[in-house]
């Protein structure tokens, strides 16, 4: 890295992997470097300093209208020149010494590598040009000449001006490399930290099949894999998570030579098939790791697998810059202009303003209809709709409360809806523009055309830290790396049901008796959905395993609390071959559910396959801080059969420090509290169920939802009861629930109680950290009197 100032950044970062990390076991590519002094000599030889400086004088910075025009003739400048005598005699030399030891002749990449390029701070990435499968010495210098040439490409010129480099302070040397042969293999990119949010926790492998053109360009779907970091250094099993992209196009090698690539389309059979094998990912992991801590800086990466030796490479590393400063976190306050009159009110989920369209959906059968920016009007949403709601910036429904499947699925999705409207069916029709603004806090209001409204940022600089711990509910693993970016303290319940039900898909017991299962459209969904498996059980325990280790990764080492599955019977039956095995029954929210399944036999082995996803999280990735809680535990002696069930299926509680923890949301659980304690190392409680259970009433009817109040005195005793009974015993309580962010005097509430911990929907999370903290500072001056 000493010899940057000659040879770039690129080149520097080529012959330092060569000489420190080869040692190492990683493999990188072997070539030579022309140097910028070269470059230099190319432009004095043919004058060509003042002839460039004259036109880029002549750049109107300011608009930059002719640009195009002054790079073209700077590149034009160049490319009609020839190279001094002793530079291209040195280059010569370099080539035929490399393609004897090769034995054959040889082909390289030809890469641009500018003084000022991969530096922590500028890294000029896909700035200038490079060429790949060059052979033949006359190849060779036109490339180069093209490399120089591109120093002056319209986008670098732009990129100077915008970093404050100088155009003629910045040198070109070129790389010569010798071509790794991932035209009949596969290439692509890592990056040491995870690179939208910058998680550090992580390693991201992404890639498809043939030269990596196609990923550097972002031009394929590919392939994506997540390394877990400590697992790697424990050499334990360090992918926890990977999405099989379709890899549409490949780039292969032409006819010929020179720039001597072409596109085309990849078999079908290929894009099925992940680029690497979960021991090639291990290996690049490990290599990553070391290239890494030998910088000190998180780092771009490119590999290439050779598909004619098989052999992986390192063929470049440079910083990443990206998150080499840290992005503020803000929060986003909403105010309309005008004043209305609403066509329609409910209960507000999410605290935006949204206009769009209105599309209304009976059923599933209307989802074609649905565009990307509609607004979703139903008389109830069910889980079926998933896929379908994800197009919509809103939910407006006749039916349901602040806690129904809408609800719920509005938060996930980070927009906002209006629930209980018990009219929008009627009032609002197909095409109509509406404005849905869930601004004013508990109330939800829908106005009809587009209004105007206020959009406030406030910069979170400095987040109150609180005594009592402030989590996530979370049910979506894929947005668990921003919000682990957000200030918490882990996550109090990890809902596996949206899991099952948004990745896998399918019943478990229609996986273990999938032999049995009649041969119809649903199996065949099945078999698509597990064509990888040969072993149908496998494909639930994998598939699960990875969506709960890369929520475990994210906010690792911090606690992640999942709860075991909770769906009820007419939820189950809906997953793919539930029917076969589900009942109906006339109250599903008090049926077959939660605890009673897992012992029963119409689930156990079910169960089995939950737990066994568990283990592996825990056992074979490493990733300890994954805790489990049991769902609506109706009794005591039902707490033992799920412990001992657990315990034959290899998850004992305290064994590798496992903590179990219990759902608390039945009256039952806090009357018999003390002997919960003694079985349970926490409580958390639901304080939906809980509250709908001690009031007697249906927390879904949009009739009665006006009666469902957490503040009501039954539930705050019922609560405060329950932590004073659990602290006696030593055991943690939480709570899970969006009304200490609705409601600062329940929140107050809950830390007089001294509760530990509270979690929160991540739209209310910034809220509510701020009302524990108004909480605690007026808690205090209470204790102090």
Same mark, same amino acid.
């Given at each position: 890295?000493?010899?940057?100032?000659?040879?770039?950044?690129?080149?520097?970062?080529?012959?330092?992997?060569?000489?420190?990390?080869?040692?190492?076991?990683?493999?990188?590519?072997?070539?030579?470097?022309?140097?910028?002094?070269?470059?230099?000599?190319?432009?004095?030889?043919?004058?060509?300093?003042?002839?460039?400086?004259?036109?880029?004088?002549?750049?109107?910075?300011?608009?930059?209208?002719?640009?195009?025009?002054?790079?073209?003739?700077?590149?034009?400048?160049?490319?009609?020149?020839?190279?001094?005598?002793?530079?291209?005699?040195?280059?010569?030399?370099?080539?035929?010494?490399?393609?004897?030891?090769?034995?054959?002749?040889?082909?390289?990449?030809?890469?641009?590598?500018?003084?000022?390029?991969?530096?922590?701070?500028?890294?000029?990435?896909?700035?200038?040009?490079?060429?790949?499968?060059?052979?033949?010495?006359?190849?060779?210098?036109? *490339?180069?000449?093209?490399?120089?040439?591109?120093?002056?490409?319209?986008?670098?010129?732009?990129?100077?001006?915008?970093?404050? +480099?100088?155009?003629?302070?910045?040198?070109?040397?070129?790389?010569?490399?010798?071509?790794?042969?991932?035209?009949?293999?596969? *290439?692509?990119?890592?990056?040491?930290?995870?690179?939208?949010?910058?998680?550090?926790?992580?390693?991201?492998?992404?890639?498809?099949?043939?030269?990596?053109?196609?990923?550097?360009?972002?031009?394929?779907?590919?392939?994506? +894999?997540?390394?877990?970091?400590?697992?790697?250094?424990?050499?334990?099993?360090?992918?926890?998570?990977?999405?099989?992209?379709? @890899?549409?196009?490949?780039?292969?090698?032409?006819?010929?030579?020179?720039?001597?690539?072409?596109?085309?389309?990849?078999?079908?059979?290929?894009?099925?098939?992940?680029?690497?094998?979960?021991?090639?990912?291990?290996?690049?992991?490990?290599?990553?790791?070391?290239?890494?801590?030998?910088?000190?800086?998180?780092?771009?990466?490119?590999?290439?697998?050779?598909?004619?030796?098989?052999?992986?490479?390192?063929?470049?590393?440079?910083?990443?810059?990206?998150?080499?400063?840290?992005?503020?976190?803000?929060?986003?306050?909403?105010?309309?202009?005008?004043?209305?009159?609403?066509?329609?009110?409910?209960?507000?989920?999410?605290?935006?303003?949204?206009?769009?369209?209105?599309?209304?959906?009976?059923?599933?059968?209307?989802?074609?209809?649905?565009?990307?920016?509609?607004?979703?009007?139903?008389?109830?949403?069910?889980?079926?709709?998933?896929?379908?709601?994800?197009?919509?910036?809103?939910?407006?429904?006749?039916?349901?409360?602040?806690?129904?499947?809408?609800?719920?699925?509005?938060?996930?999705?980070?927009?906002?809806?209006?629930?209980?409207?018990?009219?929008?069916?009627? @009032?609002?029709?197909?095409?109509?523009?509406?404005?849905?603004?869930?601004?004013?806090?508990?109330?939800?209001?829908?106005?009809?055309?587009?209004?105007?409204? =206020?959009?406030?940022?406030?910069?979170?600089?400095?987040?109150?830290?609180?005594?009592?711990?402030?989590?996530?509910?979370?049910?979506?693993?894929?947005?668990?790396?921003?919000?682990?970016?957000?200030?918490?303290?882990?996550?109090?319940?990890?809902?596996?049901?949206?899991?099952?039900?948004?990745?896998?898909?399918?019943?478990?017991?229609?996986?273990?008796?999938?032999?049995?299962?009649?041969?119809?459209?649903?199996?065949?969904?099945?078999?698509?959905?597990?064509?990888?498996?040969?072993? !149908?059980?496998?494909?639930? $325990?994998?598939?699960?395993?990875?969506?709960?280790?890369?929520?475990?990764?994210?906010?690792?080492?911090?606690?992640?609390?999942?709860?075991?599955?909770?769906? !009820?019977?007419?939820?189950?039956?809906?997953?793919?071959?539930?029917?076969?095995?589900?009942?109906?029954?006339?109250?599903?929210?008090?049926?077959?559910?939660?605890?009673?399944?897992?012992?029963?036999?119409?689930?156990?082995?079910?169960?089995?396959?939950?737990? *066994?996803?568990?283990?592996?999280?825990?056992?074979?990735?490493?990733?300890?801080?994954?805790?489990?809680?049991?769902?609506?535990?109706?009794? $005591?002696?039902?707490?033992?059969?799920?412990?001992?069930?657990?315990?034959?299926?290899?998850?004992?509680?305290?064994?590798?420090?496992?903590?179990?923890?219990?759902?608390?949301?039945?009256?039952?659980?806090?009357?018999?509290?003390?002997?919960?304690?003694?079985?349970?190392?926490?409580?958390?409680?639901?304080?939906?169920?809980?509250?709908?259970?001690?009031?007697?009433?249906?927390?879904?009817?949009?009739?009665?939802?006006?009666?469902?109040?957490?503040?009501?005195?039954? $539930?705050?005793?019922?609560?405060?009861?329950?932590?004073?009974?659990?602290?006696?015993?030593?055991?943690?309580?939480?709570?899970?629930?969006?009304?200490?962010?609705?409601?600062?005097?329940?929140?107050?509430?809950?830390?007089?109680?001294?509760?530990?911990?509270?979690?929160?929907?991540?739209?209310?999370?910034?809220?509510?950290?701020?009302?524990?903290?108004?909480?605690?500072? =007026?808690? !205090?001056?209470?204790?102090?009197?």
């Amino acid at each position: 890295m000493q010899d940057l100032a000659k040879v770039g950044g690129k080149n520097a970062s080529l012959g330092e992997m060569i000489q420190k990390l080869t040692p190492l076991g990683v493999n990188v590519p072997g070539g030579f470097a022309i140097t910028a002094g070269a470059y230099y000599d190319f432009l004095s030889y043919n004058e060509l300093n003042n002839k460039i400086q004259v036109e880029l004088d002549m750049l109107d910075r300011a608009t930059l209208d002719n640009l195009p025009q002054v790079g073209a003739r700077c590149r034009d400048l160049i490319l009609k020149a020839t190279f001094p005598e002793k530079v291209q005699r040195a280059i010569a030399d370099a080539y035929y010494e490399f393609v004897a030891a090769e034995g054959k002749v040889a082909t390289f990449a030809v890469r641009s590598s500018a003084t000022a390029e991969d530096s922590p701070t500028a890294s000029f990435a896909g700035q200038h040009d490079s060429f790949l499968n060059v052979s033949g010495l006359d190849n060779l210098l036109d *490339a180069v000449q093209r490399c120089y040439a591109s120093l002056f490409n319209d986008r670098a010129i732009k990129y100077r001006m915008d970093n404050g +480099f100088d155009d003629m302070q910045v040198g070109q040397s070129v790389g010569i490399q010798l071509m790794v042969r991932a035209d009949k293999g596969s *290439a692509g990119v890592i990056f040491t930290i995870e690179p939208e949010t910058g998680n550090k926790n992580l390693i991201y492998v992404t890639g498809a099949w043939g030269l990596g053109e196609s990923v550097v360009q972002g031009a394929v779907n590919t392939d994506e +894999f997540y390394l877990f970091k400590p697992a790697i250094e424990a050499d334990k099993r360090s992918l926890i998570y990977s999405v099989l992209g379709n @890899k549409q196009q490949m780039v292969v090698y032409g006819a010929g030579s020179g720039k001597n690539t072409t596109w085309k389309e990849t078999p079908p059979a290929l894009r099925d098939q992940y680029v690497l094998t979960d021991d090639e990912i291990s290996t690049l992991g490990k290599w990553s790791l070391s290239i890494e801590r030998h910088y000190d800086l998180p780092m771009d990466i490119e590999w290439a697998k050779d598909g004619l030796s098989g052999k992986l490479y390192i063929v470049q590393a440079r910083p990443e810059t990206v998150h080499s400063t840290n992005r503020e976190l803000v929060l986003k306050e909403y105010k309309l202009s005008t004043r209305e009159t609403p066509l329609l009110t409910g209960k507000a989920v999410g605290r935006s303003v949204v206009s769009g369209k209105v599309s209304i959906v009976k059923s599933l059968a209307d989802g074609a209809k649905v565009e990307a920016g509609n607004i979703i009007v139903a008389d109830i949403t069910n889980p079926d709709w998933n896929a379908l709601l994800k197009k919509a910036i809103c939910i407006v429904t006749n039916k349901g409360g602040r806690t129904s499947h809408a609800s719920i699925i509005a938060r996930e999705l980070g927009i906002p809806a209006v629930v209980g409207t018990m009219a929008a069916t009627e @009032k609002l029709v197909d095409g109509q523009e509406i404005t849905v603004s869930c601004a004013g806090g508990d109330e939800g209001y829908i106005y009809n055309g587009k209004l105007n409204w =206020e959009e406030k940022e406030t910069t979170l600089q400095s987040i109150a830290r609180t005594k009592t711990k402030p989590m996530f509910i979370l049910a979506d693993p894929q947005k668990a790396l921003l919000y682990a970016s957000y200030p918490n303290q882990g996550v109090g319940l990890l809902r596996m049901e949206f899991m099952i039900s948004n990745s896998l898909q399918v019943h478990p017991m229609a996986l273990i008796k999938y032999n049995e299962l009649p041969d119809d459209k649903e199996k065949k969904q099945i078999d698509a959905l597990t064509r990888h498996y040969i072993d !149908k059980k496998q494909f639930f $325990v994998d598939k699960l395993a990875q969506s709960i280790a890369l929520v475990a990764a994210a906010f690792y080492p911090k606690e992640v609390i999942v709860r075991m599955s909770d769906f !009820k019977t007419n939820e189950y039956a809906k997953l793919l071959g539930g029917r076969l095995f589900e009942q109906e029954e006339e109250n599903p929210m008090l049926g077959f559910r939660g605890a009673s399944r897992y012992y029963n036999e119409r689930y156990r082995e079910g169960f089995g396959l939950e737990c *066994a996803a568990i283990r592996k999280v825990r056992n074979e990735m490493l990733l300890t801080n994954v805790k489990v809680m049991i769902p609506f535990c109706r009794t $005591v002696e039902e707490g033992k059969k799920v412990l001992d069930v657990m315990s034959s299926f290899g998850l004992e509680r305290k064994k590798n420090d496992l903590e179990v923890y219990v759902m608390a949301e039945i009256p039952s659980n806090i009357l018999l509290a003390a002997e919960f304690a003694t079985l349970f190392d926490g409580f958390s409680i639901g304080s939906n169920d809980l509250t709908q259970l001690t009031l007697g009433l249906d927390r879904d009817s949009a009739i009665v939802s006006d009666l469902f109040n957490e503040n009501d005195a039954s $539930v705050l005793y019922l609560i405060r009861r329950l932590i004073e009974v659990a602290h006696e015993h030593g055991v943690k309580v939480g709570l899970c629930g969006q009304a200490p962010s609705d409601y600062p005097d329940f929140a107050r509430f809950l830390v007089e109680c001294g509760i530990d911990s509270i979690s929160f929907n991540p739209d209310a999370l910034m809220r509510g950290i701020e009302n524990i903290a108004l909480a605690e500072a =007026e808690v !205090k001056v209470v204790f102090n009197t």
